[in-house]
Structures are given as structure tokens and as C-alpha cells.
Antibody, heavy 118, light 107 residues
Framework: EVQLLESGGGVVQPGGSLRLSCAASGFIFRDYFMSWVRQAPGKGLEWVSGIRATAGTTYYADSVKGRFTISRDNSKNTLFLEMNSLRAEDTAVYYC???????????WGQGTLVTVSS | EIVLTQSPATLSLSPGERATLSCRASQSISSYLAWYQQKPGQAPRLLIYGSFNRATGIPARFSGSGSGTDFTLTISSLEPEDFAVYYCQQRSNWPRTFGQGTKLEIK
């Protein structure tokens, strides 16, 4: 069974930083494109970033480009999202999901809440 | 950026009725359209990929159709567990984008 388990969320002040992690199991992690999708409270879904299986080609939404960095450690089956210069509008549940390039987003982790507030 | 517009925003129906949800793309996306279901407090779940293919474990009452710019998700006979929010999403272009969602509520 494919499982994705996010961690690292919390409360951070505007301008601060946070690093999210996603531990993957149940599939050959190094073979798949991976993505982060977020959902602000009471709002819809927004794709944030994606990373290719190998060679690390990355993709970003304009809203986070230059502030967020996606990366992966295929030896540890783990996906990361480094978030800097955080803003109030980055407050959301962040989901880790398999796919986004040749495949759609399936499955999704349970999400981790990031709150940017002073 | 490709904009996906879902309609209606809210759909009020009773169990057993047929639901028809629409998604319109701002430019052609071929068949690179997926549908997701999200229940309160849960992560989204993939229902349909490639416009009309049901994901693993999805009941046959869910069907998708369309290509180019106009897409439809149909639920043939609503079950109580189908009342949720539904999102369409495209992977034709970067950035990947989602529609704003349709809330399917019990009438």
C-alpha cells in the first residue's frame, strides 16, 4: 500500500522559514515525479511545486518561486519542501502527493498545517 | 496559466439522483483532465484521470467525459457518501491548475 506521511508543519512568524518532509513507502520512490499541493483554510487546492524522479528538475508556482525549494532524497524515500520568507498567504495545509508529470496526483498524504502569523 | 472554471459552485441533490458537474478550460488541454473528491477533514482522492478513466477502486457510478475545453463528471445515482467537494485539475501545461471546486450537498 502506498503511504505518504508529511511532517514539519507548525506556526512561524512572517519572514520565517520552515522545512516540510514527506516519508514515502509502498512504491519505488526513485521512479516517480512527486509534488506538493496546498489548501488555505476554507479554500481550494493550489499546486505548489514538483520534482522529477532523478536529475532533480524542479517546477514551481509563481506564488512561491524564489522562496520555496523542493528536493528529494531517493536513498531515504523522502521528499522535502524548504519554505523561506514566509507570508500570511502561505498559511495552508500542505499535501505531499505522488505524480503530477505523466500521472495525476495519486495518492495524497494526510497533510501538514503551516500557519504564518505573528 | 490555464484557468479551469467549474460549475455550478454548489449543487443540491437528493440520494438516488443524477449529478452532473462541469469543468471548462481557458484553452485546449486535450484529455489531460482529472477529477478529485474531497470530504471534510480529508485529503483529496483521485476519481477520474485522462478525462474518462476511473481510478483504482472508484465505483462505476462515477464517469467522466470531454476533451479540449469542456469536461463533465457524472454520478449516475448519488449515494450518501458522495456528498463532498469535487475539483477538476489539468496537467497539460505548467503550472498545474485546479478548478475552484463544486460542493455537492444533500437537498
Amino acid at each position: 500500500e502506498v503511504q505518504l506521511l508529511e511532517s514539519g508543519g507548525g506556526v512561524v512568524q512572517p519572514g520565517g522559514s520552515l522545512r516540510l518532509s514527506c516519508a514515502a513507502s509502498g512504491f519505488i520512490f526513485r521512479d516517480y515525479f512527486m509534488s506538493w499541493v496546498r489548501q488555505a483554510p476554507g479554500k481550494g487546492l493550489e499546486w505548489v511545486s514538483g520534482i522529477r524522479a532523478t536529475a532533480g528538475t524542479t517546477y514551481y508556482a509563481d506564488s512561491v518561486k524564489g522562496r520555496f525549494t523542493i528536493s528529494r532524497d531517493n536513498s531515504k524515500n523522502t521528499l522535502f519542501l524548504e519554505m523561506n520568507s514566509l507570508r500570511a498567504e502561505d498559511t495552508a495545509v500542505y499535501y505531499c502527493t505522488k505524480g503530477g508529470y505523466n500521472y495525476d496526483f495519486d495518492p495524497w498524504g494526510q497533510g501538514t498545517l503551516v500557519t504564518v502569523s505573528s | 496559466e490555464i484557468v479551469l472554471t467549474q460549475s455550478p459552485a454548489t449543487l443540491s441533490l437528493s440520494p438516488g439522483e443524477r449529478a452532473t458537474l462541469s469543468c471548462r478550460a481557458s484553452q485546449s488541454i486535450s484529455s489531460y483532465l482529472a477529477w478529485y473528491q474531497q470530504k471534510p477533514g480529508q485529503a483529496p482522492r483521485l476519481l477520474i484521470y485522462g478525462s474518462f478513466n476511473r481510478a483504482t477502486g472508484i465505483p462505476a457510478r462515477f464517469s467522466g467525459s470531454g476533451s479540449g475545453t469542456d469536461f463533465t463528471l457524472t454520478i449516475s445515482s448519488l449515494e450518501p457518501e458522495d456528498f463532498a467537494v469535487y475539483y477538476c485539475q489539468q496537467r497539460s501545461n505548467w503550472p498545474r491548475t485546479f478548478g475552484q471546486g463544486t460542493k455537492l450537498e444533500i437537498k
